[in-house]
């Protein structure tokens, strides 16, 4: 069509981290020299003991932490803006900052196609529902719905 860009995405990427290094402060590398690659398609587990920087390795991939030495590449390149990239934590975790509602739209305001304004809301409003969220508890903090249960039964 005259005026539209045929966009062709090549596929999934490729990540590989080649002699890289994480350190905090003075402190020993919480990730030391560490090559490894993670191709696309590919289901890949890191298993360890607590403490060994499996968690600080993924969020180093993940671009949450920048490495202290040692290169992380992509092929092909693709973007955390673009909602090419993400990330899943091993704890379900909320924005303790933001509302109920606030944290269910913060996907759909960061998404690849953004939604609009008002529909945000009410998208949002009407999942929160759907998990039987009383509308009270929509603007209320994370810390504060871990006390909502469910009446006691005698």
């Known amino acids: 069509m005259v005026g539209e860009v045929e966009t062709k995405r090549v596929g999934p ?3 590989w ?21 993670f191709r696309a ?5 890191l298993v360890g003991p607590s403490g060994c920087g499996k968690t600080t390795l993924l969020r180093t991939l993940a671009r949450l932490q ?23 934590f091993q704890q379900p975790t909320l924005l303790p900052w933001r ?6 739209m ?12 008002e529909s945000i809301q009410e998208r949002a409003r009407a999942e929160l529902l759907a998990m039987e969220l009383d509308k009270d508890s929509l ?3 994370p810390l504060s719905l871990i006390h909502i249960s469910e009446p006691t039964r005698l």
């Open 66 to 88: 920048m490495p202290s030495s040692g290169s992380i590449e992509m092929i092909p390149p693709a973007s955390a803006e673009q909602g090419e990239v993400s990330f899943v």
């Open 41 to 45: 398609g590919q289901v890949t587990s």
């Open 106 to 117: 913060l996907p759909l305001q960061l998404g690849i196609d953004p939604v609009a304004g």
């Open 99 to 104: 509302s109920a509602i606030e944290n269910v």
């Open 13 to 15: 990427s490729s990540l």
């Open 17 to 37: 981290c080649r002699d890289m290094s994480v350190q905090f402060g003075t402190a020993r590398p919480a990730v030391d020299a560490v090559s490894c690659e």
């Open 139 to 141: 603007k209320r903090l």
